[in-house]
């Protein structure tokens, strides 16, 4: 999934472990029908930090397009972060455990 010329593989399992820990997470909380998934890697894409990486993992749902973001400039989130995560934490917790 990941790959990167300079990341240990070992690094690259990580990776891998949490995306998909994240989508489990994600798809019990939530119910998306699918998901965005992006990498972002090195200097340019990580805040001037040549070693940086880091993956998005963004649930995605059918028609969830909406003009607000390109007419509004305005970003919707559907709940505050406390409760996202009040949410997320357990079910993470949960299969961190049984792993």
Same mark, same amino acid.
């Not at 593989?9 to 820990?21: F, G, P, Q, S, Y």
């Not at 070693?51 to 397009?65: C, I, L």
């Given at each position: 999934?990941?790959?990167?010329?300079?990341?240990?593989?070992?690094?690259?399992?990580?990776?891998?472990?949490?995306?998909?820990?994240?989508? !489990?997470?994600?798809?019990? !909380?939530?119910?998306? /029908?699918?998901? $965005?998934?992006?990498?972002?890697?090195?200097?340019? !894409? &990580?805040?001037?930090?040549?070693? /940086?990486?880091?993956? /998005?993992?963004?649930?995605?749902?059918?028609?969830?397009? $909406?003009?607000?973001?390109?007419? &509004?400039?305005?970003?919707?989130?559907?709940?505050?972060?406390?409760?996202?995560?009040?949410?997320?934490?357990?079910?993470?917790?949960?299969?961190?455990?049984?792993?």
């Amino acid at each position: 999934m990941l790959v990167h010329s300079e990341l240990p593989a070992k690094e690259c399992e990580l990776h891998r472990e949490i995306v998909n820990r994240s989508l !489990a997470v994600l798809r019990e !909380a939530y119910a998306p /029908h699918g998901f $965005n998934l992006g990498v972002n890697l090195g200097k340019a !894409a &990580g805040a001037g930090i040549a070693e /940086h990486v880091h993956m /998005h993992v963004v649930p995605r749902w059918t028609a969830d397009t $909406n003009f607000m973001a390109v007419v &509004g400039r305005t970003r919707l989130i559907p709940e505050l972060l406390d409760e996202a995560f009040a949410r997320l934490k357990p079910i993470f917790d949960r299969l961190q455990e049984t792993e």
